[in-house]
Each structure stands twice: as structure tokens, then as C-alpha cells.
């Protein structure tokens, strides 16, 4: 066993990704880390449960990234989870007359020109259509932003000339799959975030990843065996009751029974409605920003799992446009996501799973008929963040005022949307904060892919 009475000490509060990214890289930079999470799993949102009919370890909803995500990716190579990861270069496409449209952009072009040949296949929208939409992503990729974050993404598209069948059958599509959000509540800025970095600045930063095991196999149980391979003491089913510290400083970490943990360095990362009730007074009054985070506004997602008898569709993945049915993924059951999903609050599971049903079959003949074995519709009414006008404001830095404490989760500011690579992100820029305190100026952070010329141009 490693001596560890000579490291600097960290308590990690919060095992999801943000909390895991931080206890790898604290752990990997010579420091002794314990982590302390209140469930008896790993992984947080991105998490499973064992469905007592099935027996199958079931995730509460189908997690997905992207090319552009460079830190989850380097998160993943970096505890041996990358394997665990299917990439896709093509996307599938199913238009509201049920044909089916294959995007592949052109690996020949230079980006953003690699789009061109993948958009002009979308031939459900007629030829002005893909060119008027061709025209506004250039617009919104040099869209300054000179009035701040005050603007929706529907409001831009309608100023910048976007029909109503365009909003509701491309940019919709994309934004609900990226942001969780409609585009009557996104912001421009977190719009054109998605836009830019997830399809114009590379030619592979569009591709799909998607997680060949349940997420709790990925992160419950090989990223834990990981960070225990390394040391790091994992608490689960321990809640943290309070931080205990003052202006200056943190001092320790109060379980519910009274005990108190002293640590050298305190990385909270914690959903952000949770944060402002783990501080006495005297603690987050020495943080202004953080009471802000009250202000975030969250959005839901909705995950129908569905048990057929047979096989509905030989492929991995699908978008189904104009449908409250967005994404599907076939794997040992069948998934349907629906992000943003305000629209079904309310609605009997009995209804909502009717509406699937109908939506499948009217994309795939193997649907018709096909006996339900076994069903769930799970909705998590804060899945993610809101990604309104006005969030950057409120979104705070790691580096807390209180010069030992720092903050992890993909609500503070790391300049992405709820995501995987978001709260990764925040992990590792939680972590660089407490070697900088230590007198260690490494970056951890992996930088995006490399924009081409014609991007850097385009982008002014």
C-alpha cells in the first residue's frame, strides 16, 4: 500500500462524473483522495438499476457524446473505460413520412465544408430549405454575441429567416438531443456552442458515441475498481451532512452521526440543487456567487424502455424527426429518449407509451405486431440544467472564494451545456485549482479539437 501520511489530503463530495473526473486526476497527481457519495452507486445521472423483472442492469436513461468531447474521452482512456464506447459516422434520419435519411458529412472536405454533402441529402426539407439552413449555421457561427446572453435560439432563427418547418425539423432535432431544451427556452449562446464545437469546427467532432455497456458496469464498477487500484478510498452510502469551515477556510467534512473528517482540500461536487444546504452561514456568505445557482432552472428527459418479443430495427441508434419519440437505441431491450420533455408532464404512462408504439410502427414494419413483453417510462424532472438566457451569469468558477474549497459539476462554469464532457470538464478544473494552491501550475484540461483554417476564418 502507498504511504499516504505525506500527501495533501482531498475530499471529494459527490460521486458523479464530476466527482469521479476529479478523484482520477487528484489521485493520478500524487494526492490522497477519499470520496464521499450518499447512493450505493456510482456515476450519478449517469447511472443504472437492476429491473426486477428482467434482472437486467438498466440505464435510467441512454447517456451519448460526441467527437468534440475531449475531456470524456481522455476520462475514459485514462481509466481503461474507453473500449466501453461505440463510435458512429453515420447518423439515421427518419423523416415524418417514415424515409429514412442518412447523414454522413464528407471526411474530404475541410471543415465546415464537410457538412455540405450530408445536409443536402436531408431530402425532406425541399432544396431552398437545406440552403437557407446551410446560410443561417454560417450566420450563427459568426453571430458575435455583442448583446450578451439574453436571447433565445428560436427568437435568432426567426429574426434570421428559419420557416417553422425548419425550427421544428432540424434545429429543434439537434438542440433537443444536445441541450435537453426547447428552442423557445435555449439560449442563442449555448445554441451556437453546440453548433460551432459539435458539427462545423472538425470534421469528426459530430460523431456519435455510445455506451456498449450499462452505464453502471462503465462507472459503478470499472472506474471505481480503477480508483481503488489507485488508492482512493470510496465512501458510498455516506451522506455528507455539512462542510464545516468559515470565510477563509474549510476545515472538514460532517457525517450524519457527528463525525468530522479533516482534508487539506474539499472538492464538492454535488447536483446545484444541493450545494448552498451543505454550508453554514458563515461559509456562503463568503460565496456570493454561489447562492446564484438557485436560479438555475432544470429540464426534463423522459427514457421509455421497451421489452419486445423480436427485434424492431437492425439499427444501433435513430432520430426520428417531427415525433415525440427523438431518439431510439436498440441494444438488449429498446430505448426511446425524449429530451425536453415539458410537453409530456402530466400525461398518464399508459398515453405517453401508446404514442411511442405508434411512432415506431409508422417508422418500422417489425414494429407492427410485435408483442410488449415488459415496459418502464422513467422521467427525471431535473436531468439536466436549463440552458436559458442568462445561465453563464450564474454559473460559478471551481475556485471558490474559500481558498481550500472547490466546486465540480457540470453546472458551474465550464462554457459547455449539461453533459458528460461538461461535468468532466469541471472535475478536471476543480483539480488544476487545488494544485495551483499547492504551488502546481499543470493543466489538466484537454484542449478541443484543432480548428481548421477555413473554420478559424469563418469564426472572424
Known sequence: MTNTASKPTVAVVGGGLAGLAAAATAAEHGLHVELFEQGETLGGRAGSFRDPQTGQLVDYCQHVAMGCCTNLADFCRRTGVADCFGRYRRLHFFAP???????????????????????????????????????????????????????TIGEWLCRNGQSARAIEQFWSVVLLSALSETVDRASL????????????AHAQAYELLVPQLPLGEIFDRRVAAWLADRNVVIHQGTRVKQID????????????????????????AVPWRR???????????????????????????TAVHLWFNRPITRLPHATLVGRLSQWIFEGQYL???????????????????????????????????????????????????????????????QHTPVEN???????????????????????YLAVEAVLRSLGRNERLLVPDLPRGRLVRWMLG
Open 405 to 427: 474549497l472547490m466546486l465540480a459539476g457540470d453546472w458551474t462554469a465550464t462554457g459547455w451545456p449539461a453533459t458528460m464532457e461538461g461535468a468532466v470538464r469541471s472535475g
Open 97 to 151: 413520412d417514415g424515409t429514412r435519411h442518412d447523414f454522413a458529412p464528407a471526411g474530404w472536405l475541410p471543415a465546415p465544408l464537410h457538412l455540405v454533402p450530408g445536409l443536402m441529402r436531408l431530402r425532406y426539407f425541399t432544396l431552398g430549405e437545406r440552403w437557407d439552413i446551410a446560410r443561417a449555421l454560417w450566420w450563427l457561427a459568426r453571430e458575435p454575441l455583442a448583446g450578451g446572453d439574453d436571447e
Open 245 to 268: 469551515g468559515d470565510a477563509r477556510r474549510a476545515t472538514a467534512v460532517v457525517l450524519p452521526d457527528g463525525t468530522r473528517r479533516q482534508f487539506d482540500f474539499i472538492v464538492v
Open 189 to 200: 449562446a449555448a445554441a451556437k456552442k453546440v453548433f460551432v464545437d459539435g458539427l462545423l
Open 335 to 397: 430505448q426511446v429518449v425524449i429530451s425536453g420533455s415539458h410537453g409530456v408532464a402530466g400525461r398518464e404512462r399508459e398515453d405517453i407509451l401508446a404514442e411511442v408504439r405508434r411512432d415506431l410502427e409508422a417508422v418500422w414494419a417489425e414494429a407492427r405486431g410485435a408483442r410488449l413483453l415488459h415496459w418502464r417510462v422513467i422521467t427525471r424532472p431535473a436531468a439536466v440544467f436549463s440552458a436559458r438566457p442568462g445561465l453563464e451569469k450564474i454559473r460559478p468558477d
Open 275 to 301: 450545494v448552498c444546504a451543505l454550508f453554514p452561514e458563515s461559509m456562503l456568505a463568503a460565496m456570493p456567487a454561489l447562492r446564484r445557482v438557485e436560479g438555475i432552472q432544470p429540464a426534463p428527459i
